[in-house]
């Protein structure tokens, strides 16, 4: 018989996204990440919508998707808690701290992740690392302070370039700019985290520490592995 062959990427993505249900509380309100594997978390969770009061998106691409579903989506601002966040990452070290932003949508993220009581990072394995920095940090700056903080991050040994978007700066759902950055090690997540969202400039920095994973799904070529950081 011919041995099973691996997994694709886009499979892992879809068996976490499809686990992630597991952590939906029925009855309560749901967080909802953006990118590819959230896409496959999004097109899972239709199957629990009769479920849900609804979901807070963290992008107009989540929300798109969401409502095409016909599930309900919430605005931030009038729900209080969220019982769970779920969400992609870039890059997940072994303390659940992660680097994100690479669908630029890493503000809103956070704002949804600080709002909600836990947070189930949904990733296939080659997002695991033992020291973030490896995948280009997206930070989110305010247009004027471009070059003051490209300066900032080349003191740090860090190139900074502007992400693009059919050769235009692309522009977030909040009206601001991404600056990439390479040549970063990540040591103290916490600390990198905390001073950089102090510099002028920085709406927001991609180092999810201080909004850490509380769990994480990883597609792995024999199932899904959990990881726990609680
Ligand atoms: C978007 C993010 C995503 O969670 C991150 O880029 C991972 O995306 P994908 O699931 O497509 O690999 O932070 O801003």
Redesign the pocket.
């Known amino acids: 018989m011919p041995s099973p062959s691996a997994p694709t990427q886009d499979e892992l ?1 879809a068996m976490v996204g499809q686990a992630a249900l597991q952590y939906v509380v029925p009855g309560q309100i749901v967080g909802v ?7 496959k978390f999004i097109d899972a969770l239709a199957a629990m919508k009769d479920q849900i009061p609804g979901a807070v998106s ?2 107009e691409a989540s929300t798109a998707r969401l409502k095409a579903l016909g599930i309900p989506v919430l605005d931030s601002s009038v729900v209080e808690e969220i019982a769970v966040y779920i ?4 890059e997940i070290d072994h303390r659940g701290c992660m680097v ?7 503000t809103r ?1 956070k704002i949804v992740a600080a709002q909600s009581r836990r947070f189930v990072c ?3 394995e080659s ?1 695991l690392v033992d020291v973030l920095g490896a995948f280009p940090l ?1 930070v989110e700056i305010i247009p004027m302070a471009a070059q003051r903080v490209v300066r900032q991050f080349a003191a740090l040994g860090g190139q900074a370039t502007l992400r693009l978007k059919d050769g235009a700066p692309l522009v977030t759902d909040n009206g601001q700019h991404i600056l990439d950055v390479t040549g970063l090690r990540i040591g103290d997540p916490v600390a990198f985290e905390s001073d950089v969202n102090q510099w002028p400039g920085v709406v927001t920095v ?1 180092v999810f520490a201080h909004q850490r994973a509380a769990v994480c799904l990883l597609g792995t070529a024999s199932g899904v592995r959990t990881l726990t950081f609680e």
């Open positions: 993505k990440g953006t990118g590819s594997t959230v896409n963290s992008s969400d992609g990452a870039d994100k932003g690479g669908g630029a949508a890493l993220e949904i990733a296939d997002k997206p991609g």
